[in-house]
């Protein structure tokens, strides 16, 4: 039986991808780093081997897929030098990060495109730790389902109360499903008709880039599993058969109590934190994937026996809360958003060709922008004032609707019971209502969408501006 110490999940293993039964893992090997916190990242265009065998003409980060990882530290300094060499204007966008809206990666609203052949340097200060993600806003239909997906894994400030090495392994699992013909190549990425309706599904699901994938982990320990959904269009609906586990965090905040989990869907953008006590050396841990009311074997942890001197009967660790300021309801102003289909009729051009536009907030379809094109916003928020937003999806489809720079809080459905929490994105059913509230007190025109990458292209997208 293998033997693994604390160290070696948390230093290697986990994120050096470096045997047979951790190929799953995301690597770190080939990241220029050239200080704590300092990267570089390309964006290339490169060969993944996603199903076994082929070769599929992906987009990389740094050449590869899975992207690498970027890890930071809650309250200091990140800079991230990033080089587009490919044929195509590019920005990355930290998915989640409240962040100065320069550095917020949104073309021509937050900063010039950058162009093949030159750099542009983010820098930025996280003041949340947790669970977050990076990808263009530039071409997203194409830039990301071709693999331009990465996990940004910010790490809790320094504290008396918790300390990241209370778990005995922290894995990072993006979700993604390729649209992929048997060799490798791509099918098409979008198609009008299922634009219209949830998003153009692909055929070939992965964790970190590998199909049902397996990975060994401590047996005996408290371990976190850091979901993210980076595909897309599709939702995952995910659970731990026939194990007791907890749901720690929902888009990089931790909830004051973890919540036993049942199952948990988390559409396209959305993370989620599942903490769980493996079970004795030998036995595995299923991860599952529902579709509909069935569940489908998903990905398999495999326990080993851990050599670090504890007994294993630590309590589980909890994870601190994220310094969020409290929204002021009872002087909140509401703010209402209406978000319907007007997919019958298809605009065209003056050339005639199509311009697809199956979407609309408050009757609105996103218009596009450009750098003598700024649209008008679809709210103006006074800086410092508490808000509600007033969401109702009159859609027979579901939305996970997305804030740039400000982190809200759920409060109210219509369809279930909420019980209060904190996230950057909200996944609405169809018909439902939902209230959310925050602080307007990042300023900057900040980007107000569906993370259904084909709905937000084809008109569910705007902006609110905060001053």
């Given amino acids: 039986m293998n033997t693994l110490d604390r160290r070696h999940f948390l230093k290697s293993g986990l994120l050096a991808a470096a045997g047979a039964s951790l190929a799953a893992c995301v690597p770190m090997a080939r990241l220029r780093q050239t200080d704590q916190y300092q990267y570089t990242l390309t964006l290339e265009p490169a060969p993944f081997e996603l ?3 082929t070769q599929t003409p992906g987009l990389g980060f740094n050449g590869q897929y899975p ?9 200091q300094p990140l800079t991230v030098t990033v080089i587009n060499k490919l044929d195509q204007p590019t920005t990355i966008h930290w998915h989640g990060i409240r962040i100065d809206i320069a550095m917020d990666g949104v073309p021509f609203l937050s900063q010039k495109p950058i162009m093949p052949g030159e750099r542009f340097v983010y820098r930025f200060t996280p003041p949340d730790a947790g669970t977050f993600w990076y990808h263009p806003h530039v071409n997203s239909v194409e830039q990301l389902g071709k693999g331009l997906v990465g996990m940004l894994l910010v790490e809790e400030a320094d504290s008396p109360d918790f300390s990241p ?7 990072p699992l993006m979700l993604k499903n390729w649209h992929l013909n048997d060799d490798g190549s791509f099918k098409p990425l979008t198609i009008p008709r299922y634009a219209a309706r949830m998003g153009t599904p692909g055929n070939y699901e992965t964790i970190n880039g590998l199909h049902k994938p397996e990975m060994e982990v401590p047996a005996n320990r408290w371990v976190r599993l850091r979901f993210a959904n980076v595909d897309n269009t599709v939702m995952y609906k995910l659970r731990i058969k026939n194990r007791p586990a907890f749901i720690a965090s929902i888009d990089a905040n931790p909830l004051p109590r973890p919540k036993k989990l049942k199952h948990h869907t988390i559409g396209a953008g959305m993370r989620v934190d599942i903490v769980l ?3 004795p050396a030998g036995e595995e841990v299923i991860i599952q994937n529902g579709k509909g009311k069935l569940f489908f074997d998903f990905m398999r942890l495999k326990t080993v026996q851990a050599r670090d001197g504890l007994t294993g009967d630590a309590p589980m660790p909890r994870l601190p809360l994220n310094p969020l300021p409290e929204p002021d309801l009872a002087n909140a102003e509401t703010k209402r958003f209406v978000f319907e289909w007007e997919g019958a009729v298809t605009p065209a051009d003056d050339q005639g060709k199509a311009n697809h536009k199956f979407w609309t907030i408050n009757r609105r379809a996103w218009e596009g922008m450009s750098a003598d094109n700024i649209p008008a916003p679809l709210a103006t928020l006074d800086l410092g004032k508490s808000y509600v ?4 999806n009159n859609t027979p489809h579901a939305h996970p609707i997305h804030i740039h720079g400000v982190m ?3 409060i109210k459905s219509n369809k279930k019971r909420i019980e209060p929490f904190f996230t950057d994105t909200v996944l609405m059913a169809k018909n439902e209502r939902v209230k959310i509230a925050f602080v307007a007190d ?3 025109r900040w980007m107000y969408h569906c993370h259904v990458i084909e709905h937000m292209k084809t008109g569910l997208m705007g902006y609110i501006e905060i001053r």
């Fill in 408 to 410: 809200f809080k759920v």
């Fill in 389 to 392: 937003f007033d969401l109702k």
């Fill in 67 to 75: 992207s690498p990882i970027l890890r930071a530290k809650q309250g």
């Fill in 51 to 53: 199903i076994p065998g």
């Fill in 442 to 444: 990042n300023p900057g």
């Fill in 165 to 171: 090495s209370e778990f005995a392994a922290d894995l």
């Fill in 277 to 279: 006590k493996t079970p």
